[in-house]
C-alpha cells in the first residue's frame, strides 16, 4: 500500500520563501505542504494565498487551529477562500491542543465536544449544502457561502488520545495524530478505525496522517543538534509515549528536568543540562528521523512501521532548512514510500 509524504514547515517561512517552497515541493512528489500556525506569527491562509497562486498540484493546509481563537464559521470561510485560491488544494486541521489557550489565558471546559462541532461545523460549511448547525458550544444559521471551487476541501481531526479520537475521527475527512510513535501507532489507528466503525463509516478511504521529526542533515551533529533543540515539542515529552521506551526511573528524570528541555528550546542551543545522554539519545530513536543522507535507506524500515500499521500518509516536520529537507525526501523517501 503506498503511503503519501507530506510536510509540515514552520510558520516563520514568508510569504515568498513558501511560494518557492510550494514549487519545490510540486517538483519532488511532496502530497501536500502544511504550514503551522503559531501565536506570534503570520496569518497562516493569508500566507499560503501566493503558494496556492502560484503551484497547480500541490496540496495546501493549515495545522492546527483550535476553536478558541477562530470561530468554526470563521474557519470554514478561511478555508473556503484557500480553497478557491489554489483551485481544489487545501486542507484544515483542527484541533484542542497547541498554545493558543494558555496564550489568550483561555480556561478550557469541555474540549472534547468543542472540537467535534467544531470540525462538524466546519465539514458541513464546507460541503457546498446551506447550514444551519446547532450544537452546544457553536451555532450557525444559514451559512450558505457562495464561493469555493466546487470540490469540498479537506477537513482534518488533530487528535491523540482515546476520547478525541472517538469523538472526532468521525466527523472528518481524516485524522492526524502529532509523534505518535512506533510502540504507539497499532493501537491508535485501531481506536481511529473503531471509531469510525461505531459511526457506520467505512475505513476504507480514510485519511490516516501522523507528523513526525525530520533531522536529517550531512553533518549529523548539526542534525543531533536541531533534534534535541526541537525535543520538548515531541508529545510534549508525555508520559503516555515515554512509558514505551523508558523505564520509572528514565521517565521521572525527564520529568523533573523538564526545564532543560525548555531552555535547549527557547536558547536554540540544542543543549540539555541534566538528563543523561542515553536517555536524550532513546527519546530521539523513539520520536524522530535524525541523521545523515546516508542512514535514510538503511533506517527505511522505522518509516515502513507506520505504513504497515495503516497510516497512508505520513507527514514530516520541517525545521531548519526546508528546501533541502525536502529535495532529500523527494529524492530517498517518497520513490520508497509512495
Given at each position: ?198 459511526k457506520g463509516r467505512p475505513a476504507a478511504g480514510y485519511r490516516i496522517s501522523n ?128
Amino acid at each position: 500500500m503506498p503511503m503519501r509524504v507530506d510536510v509540515l514547515l514552520e510558520p516563520d517561512q514568508t510569504p515568498d520563501q513558501l511560494v518557492e517552497l510550494a514549487k519545490l515541493c510540486e517538483r519532488h512528489g511532496i502530497g501536500r505542504m502544511w504550514l503551522q500556525n503559531y501565536v506570534s506569527w503570520r496569518d497562516p491562509f493569508m500566507s499560503l494565498v501566493p503558494a496556492a497562486l502560484a503551484t497547480q498540484s500541490v496540496g495546501l493546509g493549515v495545522c492546527v487551529i483550535s476553536p478558541w481563537e477562530m470561530h468554526p464559521v470563521k474557519m470554514a470561510s478561511a478555508l473556503l477562500t484557500l480553497q478557491e485560491y489554489s483551485r481544489g488544494r487545501a486542507g484544515l486541521v483542527i484541533g484542542g491542543g497547541g498554545e493558543w489557550p494558555a496564550r489568550l489565558g483561555l480556561q478550557i471546559t469541555k474540549r472534547v465536544r468543542c472540537v467535534r462541532e467544531a470540525i462538524e461545523l466546519v465539514h458541513g460549511g464546507v460541503s457546498g449544502k446551506p447550514l444551519t448547525y446547532q450544537g452546544e458550544m457553536f451555532k450557525v444559521y444559514g451559512y450558505k457561502p457562495p464561493f469555493g471551487s466546487g470540490t469540498p476541501p479537506l477537513v482534518y481531526a488533530g487528535a491523540n488520545q482515546p476520547q478525541m479520537l472517538h469523538a472526532t475521527v468521525p466527523a472528518a475527512d481524516g485524522v492526524m495524530y502529532s509523534d505518535m510513535t512506533r510502540s504507539r501507532i497499532v493501537e491508535t489507528v485501531k481506536r481511529s478505525r473503531d471509531a469510525l466503525a461505531d459511526k457506520g463509516r467505512p475505513a476504507a478511504g480514510y485519511r490516516i496522517s501522523n507528523i513526525w521529526a525530520w533531522h536529517v542533515k550531512p553533518d549529523r551533529e548539526e542534525a543531533l543538534r536541531e533534534a534535541r533543540r526541537e525535543l520538548l515539542l515531541r508529545g510534549l515529552m508525555d508520559r503516555w509515549y515515554l512509558e514505551t521506551f523508558l523505564t520509572p526511573e528514565e521517565i521521572a528524570i525527564v520529568e523533573k528536568r523538564k526545564d532543560a528541555l525548555f531552555k535547549a528550546y527557547r536558547n536554540r542551543s540544542g543543549v540539555i543540562e541534566g538528563i543523561p545522554a542515553q536517555i536524550i539519545d532513546s527519546c530521539l530513536a523513539n520520536f524522530t528521523f535524525t541523521g545523515t543522507p546516508a542512514e535514510i535507506a538503511p533506517r527505511l524500515a522505522e518509516l515502513t512501521a507506520f505504513r504497515d500499521a495503516g497510516v497512508n500518509e505520513l507527514c514530516f516536520r520541517l525545521h531548519d532548512d526546508p528546501a533541502d529537507a525536502i529535495r532529500l525526501i523527494g529524492e530517498h523517501v517518497i520513490p520508497r514510500l509512495g
